[in-house]
């Protein structure tokens, strides 16, 4: 896939203040189907370099189904199903031709809940670059040493890099887990609520970590915390669900995407006015 391709102007809904960043990905008419069952309709939306962009919205609105497409990660599921067109840098993800295994290297994830290998600290980290062919020692060093003083824990754990990943604290572990998704050099990379089982202490250090990392990287990330929402993030997705009143089930819904000042202080949908108020959700 090409490293750059020109993307136009973002599909905004709040787009006055649209700046010259480069877009990374663009989203159009996005749809995510399970079965028969239609998750999330109607997404369109442009995410841009260097940017923290945050999915907020009530429990079940399909925020992490959005966030797994910009990965391909829902191709693991059996009965998933994508459409429309979601690009990065104008490669369409989702044409036969990509390599989704190359996808999830350019783009790494980062889950709910820690999730070390039960692995040495050091191995964790390694783990990718062993994978994609990478056997020298001294640029495994390299490379363990570099992602995991980019996830601010070097000073930490470079005394016991033999030592036990699930040996580490809860917040450590993600710090781990950063490490290792990003000892690939993605150029992007998702986070699904990765706070939520961590300690207020912890959180703040994720959060550090995140402002700090989108000098290098595009960042993602899926909370159901808004007060993280408005402190990390430069742009929010705020999503909903409708009812099918044929099937009884509900679909999520992108109700409105802009500057995160904006989206908290003067949004233009009365529904995200009262989700981000906290009278429903």
């Known amino acids: 896939m090409p490293a750059e391709a020109d993307l136009g102007e973002p599909l905004e809904s709040r787009n006055s203040d ?37 999915f907020i919205g009530p429990s079940g609105c399909g925020k992490s189904t959005v966030l797994r497409c910009f990965n391909r990660m829902n191709d693991l599921i059996d009965n998933a199903r994508v459409e429309g067109t979601l690009t990065y840098h104008g490669v ?10 190359e ?34 020692k001294s640029t495994l060093d390299g490379v363990v040493e570099s992602s995991l003083r980019a ?3 070097w000073d930490e754990v470079k005394d016991r890099l033999k030592s036990s990943g ?49 000098q290098k990287y595009t960042i993602l990330i899926v909370t159901h915390n ?29 109700v409105e995407f802009g500057r995160t000042k904006m989206m908290f202080s003067t949004p233009s949908d009365e529904r995200t006015e009262q989700y981000v108020t906290g009278r429903f959700g």
């Open 18 to 54: 649209v700046t010259k960043t480069p877009p990374v990905f663009e989203v159009k008419d996005l749809q995510v189907f399970y079965g028969s069952h239609r998750a999330v309709k109607d997404v369109n939306i442009a995410i841009r370099q260097h940017e923290i962009t945050a």
């Open 92 to 101: 369409d993800l989702y044409d036969q031709q990509v390599d989704a295994v």
């Open 103 to 136: 996808v999830r290297r350019r783009i790494g994830m980062v889950f709910q809940r820690p999730n070390p290998f039960p692995k040495s600290i050091y191995d964790n980290v390694a783990f990718g670059p062993r994978v994609a062919g990478t056997r020298a």
């Open 151 to 153: 996830a601010a824990l």
């Open 166 to 214: 699930l040996g580490l604290s809860g917040g450590q572990q993600q710090r781990l887990c950063i490490a290792r998704a990003i000892a690939l050099e993605p150029e992007v990379v998702l986070m699904d609520e990765p706070c939520s089982a961590l300690d207020p202490i912890a959180t703040a250090r994720i959060e550090d970590l995140m402002q700090e990392m989108k």
């Open 226 to 254: 808004m007060q993280q929402a408005a402190r990390v993030s430069d742009r929010t997705a705020f999503f909903t669900t409708e009812l099918n009143s044929e099937s009884d089930r509900r679909t999520g819904v992108l």
